[in-house]
Structure formats: C-alpha cells, structure tokens
C-alpha cells in the first residue's frame, strides 16, 4: 500500500455549478460544506492536500489553496494546475462535488496502481470517473498537450495515456455519488438520514 507521504491530494472545487445555481463546495451535509467532508478524506490518506480553485472563501479551511494556472478550462485545467504544483509522484484527484467519498475507494484506488499505466481511475456500473483516479506526476505532459491542442474532455485525454480502469463493487455507490443538481442534493440528504 502507498504511503500516504507519496501521495498527494488534488481537490477540484473551481468551475461555474451552474447546473447546481450556487457553488456545490459550500452546500451544507450533516452539519458540515461538501468541501470539508473531502478534506477530511483525502488527509486519511494523503500527507500533502492541494485545493485547487480560484474561491479565496475556500482559505478558511487551513489547506493549501492554488488558483488555476490557466483559468476556465473545466476539471483537465484543474488537474493540470494540481499535477504542476505537486511534487509527489502520485496525486489524488478528486471533485469536492462527491461529498460522500469514502476512504475504502480510495484504498481500492491505491490498491490498484502499477508500474504499467500512468493514470488509475474507478469505474462504478460502467461509468469511467477519471475525477476519483490518481495520477503520476509524469502524466502531466499529456494533459498539457491536449489543452494545447483544445481537447478539453476528460474521457478522451484518459484514452490517450496508459489508463487502468479499476472496477468498484456495488458496495461504493454512495461513495462515488456525484452531485450536480438541486434534485441530486435533495435526494442524497435523504439517502444519508435513512441509511
Ligand atoms: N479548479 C477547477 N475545478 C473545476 C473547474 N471546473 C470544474 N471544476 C471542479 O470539477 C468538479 C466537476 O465539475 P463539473 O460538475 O464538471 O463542473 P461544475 O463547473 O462544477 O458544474 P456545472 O457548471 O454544473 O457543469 C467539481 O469539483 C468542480 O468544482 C475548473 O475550471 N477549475
């Protein structure tokens, strides 16, 4: 298993919510923002935590906080901003908009990586999500060349590097919950009171 000392951990939390109305970091669950249910996290398991946002709000947190380098360009702007300011090797990225992301995937995650693939990404009832995956440092150059080239979709840049696809178990599913709309916020506070 890593070593947490290896690992750094690159939250995104930039980006418009539009389809949120307002900023998902800060939506409240259980008595605490999106944001820090992730942080509290990621620092199960990495030494090193990066926020990545343009939101000075977010400074309260006491994490490191680093706007994007090159702003507007969704989560690969994110990542790429994360992947050049980490000096670890390996980097978790994740999105604050998973708030209930659990440390068992991330272990599943780690778990996974080799010595053959330069990205390691879980994949829940077969959809790929390249924002819970982690990242070798040296994955950079192919995310820097596809925004070069404009190629802003996460998918696609994933299919060009050498990316192993790790399989969770039906088990995850609150764990990999992404949340985007009020609809998805309403059900998901349900979900929690009765489980
Ligand atoms: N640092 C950074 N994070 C981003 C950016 N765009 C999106 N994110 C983050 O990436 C994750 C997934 O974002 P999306 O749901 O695809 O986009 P969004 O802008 O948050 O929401 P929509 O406007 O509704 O698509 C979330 O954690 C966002 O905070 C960006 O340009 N920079």
């Not at 990225?93 to 990586?113: H, M, Q, R």
């Not at 994949?123 to 790929?128: A, H, N, R, S």
């Amino acid at each position: 298993m890593l070593n947490p000392s290896n690992l750094t951990g690159i939250i995104l939390a930039g980006g418009k919510s539009t389809r949120m109305g307002k900023d998902k970091a800060f939506l409240i669950l259980e008595d605490k923002p999106f944001i820090s249910h992730i942080v509290e996290t990621v620092k199960q398991c990495a030494e090193n935590v990066l926020i990545i946002s343009n939101n000075q709000k977010l400074d309260s947190l006491g994490v490191t906080r680093h706007a994007d380098l090159i702003p507007n360009l969704g989560p690969i702007g994110g990542i790429y901003t994360g992947l050049t300011l980490s000096s670890a090797e390996f980097n978790l990225v994740v999105a604050c908009d998973t708030p209930f992301l659990s440390k068992e995937t991330i272990d599943v995650l780690i778990d996974g990586i080799d010595d053959g693939h330069d990205g390691f990404i879980v994949q829940y009832e077969d959809v790929p999500m390249p924002l819970i995956g982690i990242y070798r440092k040296s994955s950079i150059a192919c995310f820097k060349e596809a925004i070069d080239e404009g190629k802003l979709g996460l998918q696609k840049l994933l299919a060009t590097m050498q990316t192993k696809i790790i399989v969770l178990p039906k088990s995850h599913s609150k764990s990999v919950w992404n949340i985007n709309t009020l609809e998805d916020f309403k059900t998901i506070k349900k979900l929690k009171k009765e489980t």
